[in-house]
């Protein structure tokens, strides 16, 4: 029998004598501007990181390369998040998942954690957890745990001790049992339950614990629900304490409407002149912003 040709061996097998399409080749500026935004994030400077990765989406949205698009408004959203700019994290996020829905693409549920969140910075507690309740048993495990989180703070925020419960089961479903999370939940119910002492200590214990993971947007949390059982178990002047320690942060954070709140509890509680001086130096350098 003849040999086939190769040519005809080629056909057969569906092959070219093309060389197969390689990726498109990568934006220099692109990635320079991506990685200076992820070290900036990484370094504390959320608002220099949010106008790198500004840069980078303009870079994508140049190229035309959904993908990249994707990721660097997910990037994006993230950074206004930390540099609290909620409204601009919101507008951003569902820029993106217009533009997905433009292509016939699926917004991935990182995308609706991101609003969840974003619409409870800015006070709209019941759409946020309508987002968190759609995704809190999603097959992405982190996706999950940050959604029966979250779900647990708008429970906490309504006094829904039954919700608080049921966001501390969601979280040890998604294998976050024990995690410093679920340790925040189960001091928020020893409160709602009335023991404050046992909050008080669980939520310094956080506090602790997001510190050390350079969580300091949770560790003010932490701090301001170490306030809340001391004061409730009657240690009025640790009850302060914590709450200038907690609006400190937040202050330096950026975060003003928290930061004020927090002072103006530890001005209430203490008569403290020391503690009252640095708590009215906190709420001056505020009014700077």
């Not at 990685?35 to 980078?56: C, F, I, M, N, S």
């Not at 975060?255 to 008569?271: G, M, P, T």
């Amino acid at each position: 029998m003849r040999a086939i040709a190769p040519l005809l061996v080629c056909v057969l097998a569906a092959c070219s004598s093309a060389p197969p399409p390689s990726p498109p080749p990568t934006d220099a500026q692109m990635q320079q501007a991506a990685r200076a935004g992820q070290a900036d994030l990484t370094l504390g400077r959320p608002h220099e990181a949010v106008d790198q990765y500004r840069r980078a989406l303009q870079r994508a949205e140049m190229r035309d390369d959904l993908s990249e698009i994707v990721d660097y408004g997910y990037d994006l959203a993230i950074a206004l998040l930390d540099d609290n700019r909620p409204e601009e994290a919101l507008k951003t996020v569902r820029g993106i998942n217009a533009e997905l829905v433009r292509r016939n693409a699926q917004s991935p549920p990182s995308f609706t954690l991101i609003e969840a969140v974003a619409l409870y910075r800015i006070g709209s507690r019941t759409d946020a957890d309508r987002l968190a309740a759609s995704i809190e048993y999603s097959s992405e495990p982190d996706i999950a745990t940050r959604a029966c989180f979250l779900r647990g703070l708008i429970a906490d925020d309504r006094s829904d001790l039954a919700g608080l419960e049921e966001a501390s089961r969601c979280l040890a479903a998604a294998g976050s049992a024990g995690s410093t999370d679920s340790q925040e939940l189960s001091a928020r119910i020893s409160l709602e339950r009335g023991d404050a002492k046992a909050a008080e200590t669980a939520a310094r214990d956080v506090a602790d614990r997001r510190r050390e993971s350079r969580d300091y947007r949770g560790m003010a949390r932490a701090l301001a629900l170490a306030g809340a059982a001391a004061s409730k178990s009657g240690s009025v002047a640790a009850a302060a304490n914590y709450y200038l320690r907690a609006g400190r942060s937040a202050g330096a954070q950026g975060d003003v409407e928290h930061a004020r709140q927090w002072i103006a509890a530890a001005l209430s509680l203490s008569h403290d002149p020391e503690l009252r001086s640095e708590a009215q130096r906190v709420l001056a350098d505020l009014d700077k912003r």
